[in-house]
């Protein structure tokens, strides 16, 4: 099937190259020239697994192509809008602007019979304001929200443990929703369900989907504020939750809390769209979400500066990690990021490493201090704090390998992800979030 992916970001840039994987033919178009030319070479804009291999693969089949002309899109029989949504300067609701001006941009090459399949997370009641300028040519516009995880966006592009597909109630609507199930005949054969609904339902789902996720991160380091309080450990709690087949014991790792690029703007974004509705009420507990969330970044500075004796001043801190998660380099909105540079404003000697994302981080925060190795950062150090879970700082690292390193054996793990017991048995003082 011919496709077009509109913007080429994370989402964009993975859909495009999956979808050209399984077969299709693709143009993905986006406007940084930059961004074009290297994926049209084969080279991945950031750092995804997998991706790279798929766009040289799909590139060198000639079935996956990239253009910064949106009328290369002329043709397709699907056109996916895959552009952000960030959150509006001084506010919490979503911008839209990349949006409409994909749809301003594609509007003159759709031809009737086309179909738009937005991908985007928007807040409810986008697509019906959409609907008419699209439908003025004779295309259909249906949601198809993403729900991919960074760092597992191709396999989860490729085989999504769901397909949903808002579609508008007329013939169109229907046609839309069989060439969509053609499109993903792959993962539906492999058993993916494929949900039809509404257009407003499809896109809530995206947004009820997010608001759960970071509720239930949040419930648990709420019960981590309070184990620390009581003297319990959250880890074995969240343990014995998740053996409740109702509640599960994914998406209740306690630590310092969520990032990234869309669980903090799409909760937001998602109060504000239900304040706009009317019902703010019936989501004032996401503002609850999201301040037991930044609580968390506060108290893994606490707990470094209670460590090294009240001051850290001039005190020289290694950083574990720096994304907003391991096996990516994004750093947007990093809790990571954020206890370093709260760190170094009280004057501490924060050295950051990361395996993939210390080039973002230091364009992004000169003014830290950065290894690429790990144990370069850990030299010297005073005090310890992991704060992205990469397997180089959960796993590969021992207590006795970071005490031959270090000046103080002061770890706070930020993530609860590492053996509390073998770290003190080593000499080390560990401090976890909620752990005894
Ligand atoms: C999320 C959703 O999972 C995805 O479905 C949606 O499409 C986009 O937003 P992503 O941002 O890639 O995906 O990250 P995710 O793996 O969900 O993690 C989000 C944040 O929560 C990370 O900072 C992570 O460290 C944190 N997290 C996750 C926890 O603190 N505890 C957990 O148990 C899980």
């Known amino acids: 099937m011919r496709m077009s992916v509109i913007g080429c970001g994370y989402l964009g840039a993975v859909h495009a190259a999956a979808m050209a994987s399984i077969g299709h033919d693709v143009i993905g178009i986006d406007v940084d020239a930059g961004k074009v030319a290297a994926l049209a070479d084969g080279v991945a804009p950031f750092f995804e697994p997998q991706l790279e291999e798929l766009l040289q693969e799909g590139v060198a089949s000639g079935r996956l192509r990239f253009s910064t002309e949106t009328a290369d899109a002329a043709g397709a029989a699907v056109h996916f809008l895959a552009v952000g949504t960030p959150q509006v300067a001084g506010g919490h609701a979503a911008d839209l602007r990349f949006v409409d001006a994909a749809v301003d941009a594609l509007l003159p090459h759709l031809r009737a019979g086309d179909v738009v399949a937005g991908k985007s997370t928007v807040p409810v009641g986008t697509a019906a304001r959409l609907t008419p300028r699209i439908a003025q040519t004779g295309a259909a516009l249906v949601w198809n929200p993403e729900f991919l995880r960074e760092g597992w966006a191709v396999h989860d592009t490729i085989m999504p443990d769901r397909l949903v597909v808002g579609i508008p109630q007329t013939s169109a609507g229907e046609e839309a929703a069989a060439l969509l199930r053609d499109a993903y005949a792959p993962a539906i054969e492999a058993g993916a369900p494929f949900l039809v609904t509404d257009l407003a339902t499809a896109e809530l789902v995206k947004g009820a989907a997010n608001a759960f996720l970071a509720t239930k991160i949040s419930f648990i380091n709420a019960m981590a504020e309070i184990a620390e309080a009581a003297g319990a450990d959250v880890t074995l709690l969240a343990d014995a939750l998740g053996h409740d087949t109702r509640i599960g014991r994914r998406y209740l790792g306690s630590g310092i809390g969520f990032g990234g690029g869309c669980l903090p703007k799409d909760i937001r974004a998602f109060a504000a769209r239900a304040e706009e509705l009317g019902r703010g009420e019936a989501v004032g507990f996401l503002r609850e979400v999201d301040g037991i969330n930044l609580r968390r970044r506060d108290r893994a500075v606490q707990l470094v500066v209670d ?130």
């Open 307 to 436: 460590a090294l004796g009240g001051l850290v001043f001039g005190r020289r801190v290694a950083v574990l990690g720096a994304a907003f998660k391991p096996f990516s380099d994004d750093i947007r909105d990093s809790p990571a990021l954020d206890v370093a540079v709260r760190l170094r404003g009280l004057g501490a000697d924060v050295v950051v490493t990361d395996p993939a994302a210390l080039e973002n981080a230091a364009a992004a925060h000169p003014q830290l201090g950065y290894a690429p190795h790990r144990d370069d950062a850990l030299r010297d150090a005073d005090a310890v704090v992991i704060v992205t879970e990469w397997d180089q700082y959960r796993r590969e690292l021992t207590p006795q390998h970071a005490g031959s390193l270090v000046a103080g054996r002061v770890i706070v793990d930020g993530r609860n992800c590492l053996d509390a017991a073998a770290w003190r048995a080593a000499g080390w003082q560990y401090h976890g979030m909620g752990r005894r």
